[in-house]
C-alpha cells in the first residue's frame, strides 16, 4: 500500500486524535499506567489538535494511505525559549498506528518535517522520549544523539525522559 505526507488541516483533527489516542495505548502500554491509558479520550486529543493547527508556529503533517485515511501523524516546533539552546526545533510528536510501523512512514514524516524546519530556518532538532519506549532505537538509526535525561510524571507513574538532539537536519 502506497502512502504520503502531507501538511494537516482543521479537517484532519479526528484522524489525528485517533491515531494519538490508540498508538499511546499500545505504544505505552506496560510503561504508563493502564488506568490512564484507559481514560484518553479521542475528544480530548481532538480539542488539543484542533488548538495545536490553529497555533501559529506549529508545523503538523499527516501521513495518509490510497484511502486518504490518517494513519500516522508528526508535529514540531520552535524549541522552548533557553530549553536546548544549541537546538532550534523540537520534534513534539510523530506516532503511527501500530500495524504501519516499520514500513518507512516513520522516516518518510521525519524527513518531510526535517524539509519543514529548514523552510523556517531552522538548522539542528531536538526530541523528547520516554526511555522505555522501543522508538529510542528509532530516533539514533535516524543519527540522534542523546543529549539529556530527567524524570516526568505522567498519569501518575514517574517516567525517564530522554532528549535526542541532531545537530544538523
Not at 59 to 64: F, H
Not at 70 to 82: L, M, Y
Amino acid at each position: 500500500m502506497n502512502y504520503s505526507v502531507r501538511q494537516a488541516t482543521i479537517l484532519d483533527v479526528a484522524g489525528i486524535a485517533k491515531v494519538h489516542v490508540d498508538s499511546w495505548r499500545t505504544t505505552y502500554k506496560g510503561i504508563m499506567r493502564q488506568d490512564f491509558l484507559d481514560n484518553l479520550t479521542y475528544s480530548s486529543r481532538e480539542a488539543l489538535w484542533q488548538r495545536s493547527i490553529e497555533s501559529e508556529g506549529n508545523l503538523i503533517l499527516v501521513a495518509v494511505n490510497e484511502e486518504e485515511q490518517i494513519v500516522g501523524f508528526t508535529s514540531g516546533s520552535k524549541t522552548q525559549e533557553g530549553e536546548y539552546p544549541n537546538y532550534d526545533a523540537d520534534v513534539t510528536a510523530i506516532y503511527l498506528f501500530q500495524e504501519e510501523q516499520g514500513k518507512g512512514i516513520g522516516k518518510a514524516m521525519l524527513h518531510q518535517l526535517f524539509a519543514g524546519f529548514k523552510k523556517l530556518n531552522y538548522s539542528s532538532s531536538i526530541v523528547k522520549v520516554l526511555e522505555d519506549n522501543s522508538s529510542c532505537r528509532f530516533y539514533e538509526a535516524m543519527g540522534a544523539e542523546f543529549i539529556d535525561s530527567n524524570t516526568i510524571q505522567i498519569g501518575g507513574k514517574k517516567l525517564e525522559l530522554l532528549t535526542y538532539g541532531w545537530t544538523r537536519i
